[in-house]
């Protein structure tokens, strides 16, 4: 397959999109460079969306799509957001030539879809306004045409971003991307297809072929549960990807997020600190004024009296100090009700003892008491016309000589006079902090830790699925079928088929298991800069299930474990092998690559620019920056592989791209 031209109305950032793609068979490189939102990944997407169809959920969607420039200029009202590509590939050895073009439009709040396909000279289209079963029909045919030439689930492997590749090699998954590659790349896919398929036909004929209707009924039953199991299975699967996909495509933003969340959750301690201490000054102000208030308008009782207290200080202490001591006096006196308590107590243990003492008068004996007691301990009082209140209130007189409002006063406005001069650095402060938050949106937090749980959930439901499958495959093994004396061909030939073709899947995989060994070792002793020319061979498993697995070793014999490279090694290892499965692979599809260089180093640049685009596909499509391949020192590198080069240019009054035939003013020889 090759792309001739992609073309584009009104899609996104682009109003008019024309652009050649051809390339000969000794320039098989496409280069088009941008700056970073001039439009690469959208031409990335216009191709990808010419093959495969937009999915536009609503006219909010619709509009998000359309051309924000021509939006504004004429409206959306009868305009289509358009793809058309134009493309080659081999059928029954002869060149046979596509153009496929998808149309949208907006037509009463509701999208409608226009699809035309020219195979040759014949045409197939449907539409929304298409009756169901001729839309069914035609869009079945069109899908298989362009499955034959690059099947949608392929198209990661050869339509992809750069950036993404190094977060796909990491342990858990690594194993299974591995066998997954080389399954659908190499199409043993299908004859894992072919097992199921067998295995469902083998299972209907056994059931006709038991005698007994329950057991043929129970049996039919357990069948169809493991079916309904096995999607099950398979649709867990599916979200355990998509969950996979999900935390490797937010996990560097997460962790920024992070990180920028801790940030931001100590500058809005910050803040809040200048904001209490700025609320804290209007109130301390607010209240000097109502004490400044108070003051005046008692001032005149206020100085009396301090004045006052201030001249009869001496006398106050000799009256106040009198009358505590009469008070200490008259508290060592018994109460009349503690006389009372003693008496009687001390009467009745008299009368106890002494019997014969007869009847004592107790009131008597109390009173006689009181009376010694007054007479004994008698107090003299010189001050006995002032009350308990009056002495309360000479004593305040006495201390209020001693507090000056007015110092108390000069205080507190000292310091609220420091606190205004602090007050506009402080809010200038308030400011900056204000400034330096992110404003990042930390909902991508909340939803990569859910994912992360999710991911484990996944884990345990496909295990416990697979111990159900494993079960109910138990139970219907256990039922047993006549055979029946006269020959059955068919059944004899379903019993084998499963085995056959799950053997045939696993021997395909082992007839090429050493060619992509030793092209993976060759490719990485090449492009692999830290291990070049030290790679020793790359062993890969081949028992035919999850359990393949992929590894490096050094020449000295020790293995180079995928988890210890960096980024750039681990973008290196999976577009070798994206080159090997490509080369070995049953489809020969354009390779198109966006952010080219992603993290590699500048050692690692240059060793892929050299040796691994040139001949990496039939027809390499490179979007690239300035700064990932320069025009200065990377451009010439190449340049005898390009047949094409393009640059986006972003019009920002216009909202638009325009390109011109060059890459940052450089050329493709001639």
Do not use: W
């Not at 305040?396 to 609220?416: D, H, K, V, Y």
């Not at 991508?444 to 999710?454: K, Q, S």
């Not at 620019?609 to 990932?628: G, M, N, R, V």
């Amino acid at each position: 397959m090759k792309i001739k031209k992609i073309l584009a109305e009104n899609y996104k950032t682009y109003r008019s999109l024309d652009l050649d793609m051809e390339v000969s068979d000794d320039r098989p490189i496409v280069l088009v460079g941008g700056a970073n939102g001039c439009g690469k990944t959208t031409l990335f997407d216009a191709i990808y969306h010419a093959l495969y169809g937009l999915r536009i959920k609503d006219a909010r969607h619709f509009e998000e799509l359309f051309n924000a420039g021509v939006k504004l200029e004429s409206g959306m009202e009868q305009k289509k957001i358009v793809l058309e590509i134009h493309f080659s590939g081999m059928v029954l050895d002869r060149e046979q030539q596509y153009v496929l073009r998808r149309a949208y439009m907006l037509d009463e709040n509701r999208v409608r879809e226009s699809v035309t396909l020219n195979m040759g000279g014949n045409q197939f289209t449907y539409g929304s306004g298409t009756p169901a079963a001729m839309r069914t029909q035609a869009e079945e045919t069109i899908n298989k045409i362009i499955a034959a030439n690059l099947p949608a689930e392929l198209s990661n492997y050869f339509l992809f971003d750069a950036m993404k590749t190094s977060e796909l090699v990491k342990e858990e998954q690594i194993n299974k991307l591995i066998v997954n590659n080389i399954n659908s790349v190499m199409g043993f896919n299908k004859y894992t297809q072919f097992q199921k398929a067998a295995e469902a036909a083998l299972a209907e004929k056994k059931a006709e072929r038991l005698e007994n209707e329950n057991m043929r009924r129970e049996y039919s039953e357990l069948v169809r549960q493991k079916g309904m199991q096995e999607d099950e299975l398979e649709h867990l699967n599916s979200e355990y990807a998509q969950a996979l996909n999900f935390a490797n495509d937010n996990k560097a933003e997460y962790e920024q997020l992070l990180e920028g969340r801790d940030e931001d959750e100590v500058t809005r301690d910050k803040m809040q600190q200048l904001e209490s201490s700025l609320q804290a000054l209007t109130k301390s102000q607010t209240q000097y004024v109502q004490d400044a208030e108070s003051l005046v308008k008692d001032l005149e009782t206020t100085v009396i009296f301090a004045r006052l207290a201030h001249e009869i200080r001496t006398e106050l202490d000799i009256i106040i100090n009198a009358k505590h001591r009469v008070q200490a006096d008259t508290s060592k006196l018994l109460s009349d009700s503690q006389l009372d308590k003693i008496t009687r107590n001390v009467v009745q243990l008299i009368e106890q003892r002494y019997i014969e003492t007869g009847r004592i008068d107790i009131p008597l004996i109390v009173n006689e008491l009181k009376a010694m007691q007054e007479s004994e301990s008698r107090v003299e009082d010189p001050y006995s016309y002032l009350s308990d209140a009056d002495v309360t209130a000479l004593e305040s007189l006495g201390q209020s000589a001693m507090a000056n409002p007015f110092i108390t006063l000069s205080e507190q406005r000292e310091r609220i006079n420091a606190d205004i001069a602090e007050a506009p650095k402080r809010r200038e402060q308030l400011e900056e902090y204000r400034r330096a938050l992110s404003g990042n949106d930390y909902s991508i937090i909340e939803m990569y830790e859910n994912n992360a749980g999710r991911i484990a959930d996944l884990r345990k439901a496909i295990s416990d699925k697979q111990a159900e499958i494993d079960k109910l495959q138990k139970r219907i093994e256990t039922y047993d079928y006549d055979i029946p004396q006269v020959p059955d061909p068919q059944y004899d030939l379903l019993s084998q088929l499963p085995d056959f073709f799950k053997t045939l899947s696993l021997k395909l995989l082992r007839s090429k298991k050493t060619r992509i060994e030793n092209m993976m070792r060759d490719q990485l002793n090449i492009n692999l800069v830290v291990y070049a020319g030290v790679i020793g061979r790359v062993e890969l498993s081949a028992n035919g299930g999850d359990e393949v697995s992929f590894k490096i070793f050094h020449k000295n014999g020790n293995e180079v474990f995928l988890s210890q490279l960096n980024a750039g090694a681990k973008q290196t290892v999976m577009q070798v092998l994206l080159k090997v499965l490509y080369n070995l692979g049953d489809y020969n599809p354009p390779v198109m690559i966006d952010t080219v260089m992603g993290v590699l180093d500048k050692e690692s640049r240059d060793v892929i620019l050299e040796k691994y685009f040139p001949d990496l596909a039939h027809q390499t499509i490179l979007l690239s920056t300035d700064t990932e391949i320069t025009a200065e020192h990377d451009f010439e590198k190449i340049q005898a592989f390009v047949s094409k080069t393009y640059t986006l240019h972003r019009d920002k009054e216009k909202q638009c791209t325009t390109i011109t035939e060059d890459y940052f003013g450089l050329k493709a020889k001639e």
